[in-house]
């Protein structure tokens, strides 16, 4: 199975800066396809930017949202539906992310109905879990992800639908990620949980190029999720390139 490395670019970056960046990314493949031997390349920039960043793509790098709408098309004002992700050609989208489980409340039950529609209008998804800082230091950390598996997953899931990103929350955005053992420990049991032993189980949390290799050869890590080093296509590349 291939590493999905998978940039999420957050709230970040004007028209300008994000189409810089997906040429950066485009080009930084082109220099070195030896990448695609072991790898699939994924960018999620916001909303606006969607459509000008797709004409910048080939092939290699594969397009998602960050999020989509738990309804279908019609009278739900500001969002965005999974069909209308399709139709600008999104082939991911990001679901359950911690920030929006924090920032708008989103609850395992309305992550897993949205999972339903994007998987009905045929998209795949990343559904993210993972504990807080609090509960890791209580060691409740499993029962944690367990029950956002089991609560956040849609009906038939499987490898050519679905992928898992663990995201200890305390590690996004810190600089300090997970340890090994702790990263081995968790994907580990999120296997378990899983029925479809191809799903693809990818870890996120302070990812860069300079630890990218310990963590990308765990067992059981199957790519990475990236927030900030995504930013730069030299630091999102040199994660996958670390790997090798
Ligand atoms: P950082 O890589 O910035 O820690 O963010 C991780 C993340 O939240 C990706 O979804």
Redesign the pocket.
Same mark, same amino acid.
């Given at each position: 199975m291939k590493n999905l490395i998978a940039g999420?670019w957050k709230m970040n970056g004007t028209l300008e800066s994000c189409l810089a960046l997906a040429r950066g990314v485009v080009e930084g493949i082109q220099a070195d396809p030896q990448l695609l031997k072991k790898n699939e390349f994924l960018i999620c920039p916001s909303y606006p930017y969607l459509v000008l960043v797709q004409a910048e793509l080939t092939q290699a790098v594969a397009l998602g949202a960050q999020d989509c709408a738990v309804k279908n098309n019609g009278a739900h004002t500001g969002d965005v539906s999974a069909e209308m992700l399709k139709n600008i050609n999104c082939s991911y989208v990001i679901l359950g992310?911690s920030e929006r489980r924090a920032d708008h409340r989103e609850q395992d039950g309305y992550i897993a109905e949205k999972a339903a529609m994007a998987h009905r209008a045929g998209l795949n998804t990343i559904i993210?879990v993972g504990e807080t800082e609090e509960q890791r230091e209580k060691g409740i950390q499993e029962e944690v992800v367990g029950e956002q598996l089991r609560d956040s997953l849609p009906t038939h899931v499987t490898a050519e639908n679905t992928v898992i !990103?663990y995201?200890p929350v305390w !590690?996004? *955005?810190t600089g300090k990620s997970a340890t090994p053992d702790d990263i081995a420990a968790m994907h580990g049991f999120i296997r378990d949980q899983l029925e479809d032993e191809n799903i693809r189980i990818l870890y *996120? =949390?302070?990812?860069k190029p300079s630890n990218a290799a310990d963590i990308l050869t765990i067992e059981n890590v199957n790519g990475g999720?990236? =927030?900030? !080093?995504s930013l730069k296509a030299e630091d999102f590349l040199g994660i996958a390139k670390a790997a090798e």
């Amino acid at each position: 199975m291939k590493n999905l490395i998978a940039g999420n670019w957050k709230m970040n970056g004007t028209l300008e800066s994000c189409l810089a960046l997906a040429r950066g990314v485009v080009e930084g493949i082109q220099a070195d396809p030896q990448l695609l031997k072991k790898n699939e390349f994924l960018i999620c920039p916001s909303y606006p930017y969607l459509v000008l960043v797709q004409a910048e793509l080939t092939q290699a790098v594969a397009l998602g949202a960050q999020d989509c709408a738990v309804k279908n098309n019609g009278a739900h004002t500001g969002d965005v539906s999974a069909e209308m992700l399709k139709n600008i050609n999104c082939s991911y989208v990001i679901l359950g992310h911690s920030e929006r489980r924090a920032d708008h409340r989103e609850q395992d039950g309305y992550i897993a109905e949205k999972a339903a529609m994007a998987h009905r209008a045929g998209l795949n998804t990343i559904i993210c879990v993972g504990e807080t800082e609090e509960q890791r230091e209580k060691g409740i950390q499993e029962e944690v992800v367990g029950e956002q598996l089991r609560d956040s997953l849609p009906t038939h899931v499987t490898a050519e639908n679905t992928v898992i !990103a663990y995201e200890p929350v305390w !590690a996004i *955005g810190t600089g300090k990620s997970a340890t090994p053992d702790d990263i081995a420990a968790m994907h580990g049991f999120i296997r378990d949980q899983l029925e479809d032993e191809n799903i693809r189980i990818l870890y *996120g =949390g302070s990812m860069k190029p300079s630890n990218a290799a310990d963590i990308l050869t765990i067992e059981n890590v199957n790519g990475g999720l990236i =927030g900030g !080093a995504s930013l730069k296509a030299e630091d999102f590349l040199g994660i996958a390139k670390a790997a090798e």
